[in-house]
């Protein structure tokens, strides 16, 4: 095979996702490598994911990847491309890696709403390692957030907010300063440690991965779901950021009155805690009371996906098509 007609890619903080597609929404080709944030100080090994991820993905089905563009079109959804400086950065780069003849470059909200909804319009969060919202309305207008953390007015994130903010609820309530929580046990035992302190000073050596941190996040949602008070509060302000979010959007693009899809994707969204859940779902019915919200649980890249099919004016049947094969079950 010469080239794919699709190279879709999605791209977040724990992992990243590419596939390959033939012009009839058939895919060809489905890897998984390990996250990429994209942001400036972490641009080249970004670079470097990508290229090895896009690489290994030709190879499988015989696309020589030093022959020239392993696609016609390249629809690449990442976390990274949050302003107009990461989206001429980032494109420059991939340019020079001439991976595909023509490039898309949007955010992995994009791919996120175009995945979860059949509309051309409403309002995608990810909420998974890191939290973001974008905003799209009937008339193409788009709204963005920069998510770039406290300088840019950011409140409670994802799940790398959850375990900083686990951490220190325990070590407040084993010192004194906070009240007691179940925290203070679930944390250790996930962490495999006797006190609190010592999860504490594991992070601050350097001597757990992230992977592993991040992985506290469920921990958390469970402990809130169980009715837990301080995790209920953690995951209380963590769900109200995307009610904030939500509610900016659709403020923004006038469409508070409007019936229109709010797509939730991420490991936090697909989590199924109930506490996040009838918080979020509550506070957006009160922010966009004809909003319907969906939770994404097919892999974001089909959103990247139909975006590539979308542009090179593939027939109604490939976007069917891609939707029934290229599941999460393609990456596990």
């Known amino acids: 095979m010469k080239r794919a007609a699709v190279l879709a890619v999605d791209g977040g903080g724990s992992k990243m996702d590419v596939a390959l597609l033939g012009r009839d929404g058939r895919v060809l080709s489905a890897v998984r490598a390990s996250g990429a944030s994209f942001q400036p ?34 629809a690449l959804c990442l976390a990274g491309a949050d302003l107009p400086v990461d989206d001429h950065r980032i ?17 992995d909200t994009f791919a996120v709403l175009r995945a979860g909804t059949e509309a051309d319009w409403g309002v995608g969060v990810v909420c998974g390692t890191g939290m973001n919202c974008t905003g ?19 409140g409670m994130g994802g799940g790398g907010d959850l375990w900083v903010e686990a951490i220190g609820a325990a070590v407040r309530a084993r010192d004194g300063r906070g009240p007691r929580t179940a925290l203070e ?34 921990v958390v949602l469970r402990t809130a779901d169980a009715g837990d008070p301080v995790a209920a509060a953690i995951v209380d302000r963590m769900s109200e950021e995307v009610v904030t979010l939500v509610g900016a959007a659709v403020r923004r693009l006038r469409l508070v009155r409007h019936a229109l899809d709010v797509v939730l994707g991420g490991g936090i969204a697909r989590s199924g805690s109930v506490r996040f859940h009838s918080h979020v779902r509550a506070g957006i019915a009160e922010a966009a009371p004809g909003a319907r919200v969906i939770v994404l649980h097919a892999p974001p890249v089909l959103g990247a996906a139909l975006m590539g099919l979308d542009r090179i004016g593939a027939r109604r049947a490939a976007a069917t098509r891609v939707r029934a094969e290229l599941t999460a079950d393609r990456f596990t």
């Open 91 to 107: 494109l420059a780069a991939v340019r020079r890696e001439g991976m595909a003849e023509q490039l898309l470059l949007r955010n």
């Open 136 to 154: 799209v309305g009937p008339t193409g207008k788009v709204v963005r957030f920069p998510a770039l953390g406290a300088i840019s007015g950011d």
């Open 185 to 218: 046990a679930a944390v250790c035992a996930h962490l495999g440690v006797r006190r609190p302190i010592e999860a504490m000073t594991a992070v601050h050596l350097g001597t757990v991965s992230e992977r592993r941190l991040l992985s506290l996040a469920p």
């Open 41 to 74: 100080a972490e641009h080249e090994p970004s670079v470097v994911t990508l290229r090895r991820a896009v690489r290994r993905a030709a190879r499988r089905i015989g696309i020589d990847p030093d022959a020239g563009p392993v696609a016609e079109m390249g």
